[in-house]
């Protein structure tokens, strides 16, 4: 699935189906500033500033998570890959070609490129593809502020040097006459743009018209002498002398030799590569740099990256189509060779002065009188040295000429960051439009497009490598019957991928093995056993752990394994710290040096990474706002807790979820129940608080498989026991399957004799009942729960119960009784110290002296409850509680309602909660009938009663329904009001609560009828 995004006109998403615009105008303007800054990591207060354009609400950083949470679902089911956040802040992790407005930048390259190619053909087609991405003004639809202001005027001021460049193409190409209505349109917009005007009068002349080009000049001349003081500038003065004199300017020629000697000039890089493919941005950078003129100084550019990513491709490619500025020629050499050994400077030196004319005899012996004299030949000439798998910087030095008209192009695996004066391009994998590229020139777009899918997996499993991607291309073509569904199935199998990736001297596996050569053997056991985790990515500290060095030795491996390009450094997490991956195919290298290791034993560094997890887990868990339900620890013990300091315990999980999951996953692949239940348990309060039970459902489910299969009944207990936790917050679940679980774990921890256990299972299955109105089923599993909890101390078990039971006498109308029995549980829970179930409680107790028309007593718990709920940084629970208080202003008039009810719908969209969703649209309901906009209320309450009904919520859904009935009588529909009224009534009734069934009387009126709802 391809997502995208694209700004050049209105603001819109790409989520894999269709482009969608994006709601919100302070949506759109955070989109906006990510999008200025893809790839890049932005952090929440230049967000913050930004978005409002430095005039930021105190409650920013909580409304930029809502923002950044609508963002991703509107990407779809991976828009968290999309927009990632990393240290404080975030970035839109797209592809250049998916995000228009880069896409523009990097065709308008391409088109750049081909035009000094002398490709004026394939210039001006880029280019036209480029402005045919232009719908109009770029964040046509977004709140304009300064930055943005900014970054609008700079890509309209790109759209014109585009235009310019395409019709620069046009004018190669002897299109003139074509061009010469747009451009008398062009510089009537834009009548002080000189090019546009130099482009008109070469046009005119081109068309037999010059006097008109001549008059253009005069006219010109005049306005801008007349109205600014200047003369025209140089382009313009050009184009003027070339109509006059027909001049052409020259190029530049190689220089006849010293003393008047003939000189010949080298040309020794290889072959160039007919079909190279993509790097259009690589080359513009290079190119730029290397054809720059008027250069004072030696112009160096340095690529580097992988083994096999294409750094020589895109050395060689640009060394043939440097011949015309570099006419005194190219100097090339292997500083490492076949052998992969590094060669001394010395050697270089005496080929390069072999090359130029110096006779062996005449080579000095010393390397930097070598060294002088090459540099001395060279100093008023124009050639390029071209130095390929440079190992160092020092090896470089020595080979550099002195003179401003000479260039160097390196190539090297790790960046010579000690090179001065260099500029530096960094090479990754391809794209996968650029990796698809390559193959249909190889096979054939017919072949590869019969079988698309197949080709894109085929590509995928070659981590988009160029190498990889050009071996498999070629034995493809080399096998035109074979179906490419075949190759695919052959490179699935991961123990031969590497084998299928060698043809010839092409040899994925010995050109990552080169680099592997150059650790030192420490480092060598490093990378073998962090191959055998199945983790995308990994904090410093694992290898610290898994490869039981010091944190100094581990530091030295990541440096050495990332210089070497056989780790990738994947940027900070969402806490700020360093994360590492592996690609694809070094993984597999490195995990066949592991099978191959004796003293290696993947099981066991399998257990020491997972035990690693767990303890810190388990130590952010409790530093977490509240601990949902009682922690069980498993006989197996957690690893050592490492120096890692878990200062923000959310942020933590949010770096480390994914790895997690994994580790869990495989865990029990390798039938180690053991060491999965209890890290998927130590994550267990992480996915309640941040409501994330989809993703928690399916790590546990999976653990609770692992369990079953090796009869570990305390695992499958506890295992059971979360999943009904996490069940109970997923909308839309199946409440047979929650109560299932919640049985099924009661049933286990009262075999074992597990206390606190068997207390939270009562609980949890006593929620479920409520849910489906089973009121004598809530109290005995209740009554049950307490005794159990009591009887041990457990005192976050009675939390529980008085909560829920609180929760269940407000369903019943009962509201002195809810405050009672809140107030028992808020007594142990502030003597816990459980801030967030303060939190919960004094959000009940508010409700419910609501409830009781008591505004004051009611505005004070739910305040206090919103400040505790804003200082844990606990956004769910924000939105219920700003939701509530925004209905209680409803209520007394309070101009605040509507802020805060738009608060609470942008935090529970941003935290993925259709219940506090819900809450607001109903809150939002009562303020549209108080302001006199029924027809507005409907459509708010419709919203709320279809989210808690799919949730499962009886008595939310039952108020809004009530709300929903009055607002269709202010609306003029009383038919509708009565049958909504009549199924409002049927559902309080069903949950024992006459008192607010009876209040309905006055919307369904005195006489029901025989065939209502309510008598269904």
């Not at 930055?147 to 759209?159: D, H, K, N, Q, Y």
């Not at 010395?346 to 005899?361: C, E, I, K, N, Q």
């Not at 944190?551 to 700020?576: F, N, S």
């Not at 949950?991 to 009387?1001: F, H, K």
């Amino acid at each position: 699935m391809i997502l995208r995004c694209r700004c050049l006109g209105s603001l819109e998403v790409h989520g894999g189906d269709q482009w969608r615009p994006v709601r919100g105008a302070r949506a759109r303007a955070l989109l906006a500033v990510l999008v200025r800054h893809r790839g890049e990591h932005v952090p929440a207060r230049r967000l913050a500033d930004e978005v409002w354009d430095g005039r930021p609400p105190a409650s920013a950083g909580t409304l930029i998570r809502g923002y950044v949470s609508a963002l991703r679902r509107a990407f779809g089911a991976d828009g968290a890959r999309v927009i990632v956040g990393s240290g404080g802040g975030y970035r839109l992790d797209l592809p250049p070609d998916a995000v228009d407005v880069d896409l523009f930048d990097a065709l308008c390259a391409q088109g750049g490129t081909a035009l000094r190619r002398g490709d004026p053909e394939g210039a001006a087609l880029l280019l036209a593809d480029a402005l045919a991405l232009h719908r109009g003004p770029a964040c046509a639809d977004v709140p304009r502020t300064r930055t943005l202001t900014a970054f609008a005027e700079g890509v309209e001021e790109r759209r014109l040097v585009a235009v310019e460049a395409r019709i620069e193409a046009e004018l190669a190409c002897s299109r003139h006459t074509e061009v010469l209505g747009e451009l008398r349109r062009l510089v009537t917009e834009h009548p002080n743009r000189e090019r546009l005007l130099a482009q008109w009068m070469r046009a005119l002349h081109a068309a037999g018209r010059r006097a008109e080009a001549l008059d253009v000049y005069l006219a010109a001349h005049k306005r801008l002498v007349e109205q600014r003081g200047i003369d025209p500038g140089p382009e313009l003065r050009a184009a003027h002398r070339t109509i006059l004199a027909a001049e052409d300017a020259p190029r530049p020629q190689a220089r006849p030799g010293r003393g008047g000697t003939g000189w010949s000039p080298p040309s020794q890089a290889p072959a160039g590569i007919a079909d190279f493919t993509g790097r259009d941005a690589e080359l513009a950078r290079c190119l730029a740099v290397l054809t720059e003129p008027g250069a004072r100084a030696l112009r160096v550019v340095a690529i580097s990256g992988r083994a096999g990513v294409g750094k020589s491709a895109l050395a060689v490619t640009l060394t043939h189509g440097l011949r015309a500025w570099y006419p005194d020629g190219q100097l090339y050499a292997d500083l490492t060779g076949e052998t992969h050994r590094a060669v001394e400077p010395a050697d270089v030196l005496a080929m390069f002065l072999r090359a130029v004319g110096v006779p062996g005899s005449a080579v000095p012996e010393r390397t930097d009188e070598r060294a002088a004299l090459l540099r001395s030949i060279v100093a008023d000439r124009r050639v390029l040295v071209v130095l390929e798998n440079a190992p160092d910087e020092r090896r470089i030095r020595a080979l550099l000429p002195g003179g401003a008209g000479c260039a160097v192009l390196v190539t090297s695996r790790g960046r010579l960051s000690a090179l001065e004066g260099a500029h530096f391009v960094e090479l990754d994998v391809f794209t996968p439009e650029e990796a698809l590229t390559l193959l249909e020139r190889v096979v054939g777009a017919d072949r590869v497009h019969e079988r698309i899918d197949a080709a894109r997996r085929l590509l995928d499993l070659c981590g988009r490598l160029p190498l990889a991607v050009r071996i498999m291309a070629a034995r493809i073509a080399s096998a035109p019957r074979t179906p490419l569904e075949w190759f695919a199935e052959r490179l699935a199998d991961e123990r031969r991928r590497l084998d299928e990736l060698r043809l010839h001297d092409l040899d994925v596996r010995a050109g990552i093995g080169a680099g592997y050569a150059l650790l030192s053997s420490r480092q060598r056991r490093v990378l073998r056993r962090l191959a055998v985790l199945d983790v995308t990515a990994f904090p410093a500290w694992v290898v610290a752990l898994v490869a039981d060095v010091d944190e100094r030795a581990a530091d030295e491996a990541l440096d050495a394994l990332v210089g070497h390009r056989l780790l990738d450094a994947a940027g900070p997490d969402d806490g700020g710290r360093p994360r590492y991956r592996f690609h694809g195919l070094v993984r597999l290298f490195a995990r066949e040096r592991a099978a191959a290791d004796p003293d290696l034993d993947p099981a066991a560094v399998l257990e020491c990474a997972v035990r690693g997890w767990r303890a810190l887990a388990e130590q952010a868990t409790t530093r977490l706002p509240a601990r949902t339900l009682a922690p069980i620890p498993s006989p197996a013990r957690p690893g050592p807790v490492t120096d890692e300091a878990i200062r923000e315990p959310f942020a933590w999980f949010d770096a480390e979820r994914e790895s997690i999951a994994e580790l869990v996953g495989q865990s029990v692949e390798l039938g180690r129940a053991d060491l999965a239940w209890p890290l998927a348990a130590a994550a267990h309060p992480y996915y309640e608080l941040r409501d994330y039970s989809e993703e928690g459902s399916r790590v546990h489910r999976s653990a609770l498989d692992a369990c079953r299969a090796a009869g570990d009944s305390l695992g499958e207990a506890v295992m059971s026991r979360n999943l009904a936790d996490l069940y109970i917050s997923k909308p839309g679940s199946d409440i047979s399957e929650k109560l299932a679980h919640a049985e099924r774990a009661l049933e286990l921890f009262r075999a074992a004799g597990h206390a606190p256990g068997e207390a939270d299972a009562g609980y949890l299955a006593a929620t479920v009942h409520r849910v489906l109105g089973a009121t004598d089923q809530v109290e005995a599993c209740l009554d049950a729960s307490l005794a159990v909890a009591g009887s041990v101390g457990y005192r976050l078990g009675e939390v529980h119960v008085w909560q829920l039971r609180g929760i269940l006498r407000r369903q019943q109308g009962r509201q002195a009784d809810a405050i009672a029995a809140a107030g028992r549980a808020l007594t142990v829970a502030r003597e816990l110290g459980s801030s967030r179930d303060v939190s919960v409680l004094l959000g009940l107790i508010g409700l419910a002296h609501r409830d009781r028309g008591e505004p004051g007593p009611a505005e004070a718990a739910l305040a206090e409850a919103v400040t505790i709920a804003e200082e844990t940084g606990d956004p769910v629970q924000l939105a219920f509680l700003c939701a509530h208080l925004g209905g209680l202003y409803v209520e007394s008039g309070d101009p605040r309602a509507q802020r805060l009810l738009d608060r609470g719908l942008a935090l529970s969209t941003g935290s993925r909660s259709e219940f506090g969703e819900a809450m607001a649209l109903d809150g939002l309901g009562r303020l549209a009938l108080r302001s006199g906009a029924p027809r507005r209320a409907v459509a708010h309450f419709t919203d709320a009663v279809a989210l808690h009904r799919r949730a499962g919520n009886l008595q939310a859904e039952a108020k809004a329904l009530a709300g929903l009935a009055s607002a269709w009588l202010g609306a003029g529909d009383p038919v509708a009001a009565r049958d909504t009224g009549l199924t409002a009534r049927a559902l309080f009734r069903r949950l024992g609560n006459e008192t607010e069934a009876g209040l309905l009387s006055v919307v369904i009126g005195p006489q029901p009828r025989a065939d209502s709802v309510e008598n269904a």
